[in-house]
């Protein structure tokens, strides 16, 4: 999870470096109003066992399921 977060930071960093002339302080915030909705999905969801498959509780359903 950090890599991503990581490799989507430096993306981001270099979309807003590269259009920094067009890119205005409204639709700056207007762009991080809209992205905090999926990221705060995404992150309840990565919260729950039985969707993570990184957590080991999960794991053990998964396995279930698939035998």
């Given amino acids: 999870m950090t890599g991503n977060a990581a490799l989507y930071s430096g993306l981001a960093f270099l979309i807003v470096l590269c259009f920094k002339r067009i ?31 990184m957590l080991p509780g999960g794991m053990v359903k998964l396995e279930r399921q698939a035998t």
């Fill in 23 to 53: 890119l205005t302080a409204p639709s700056l915030r207007l762009a991080s109003v809209c992205l905090a909705v999926p990221v705060t999905g995404l992150l309840i969801l990565s919260l729950y066992p039985s969707l993570n498959p």
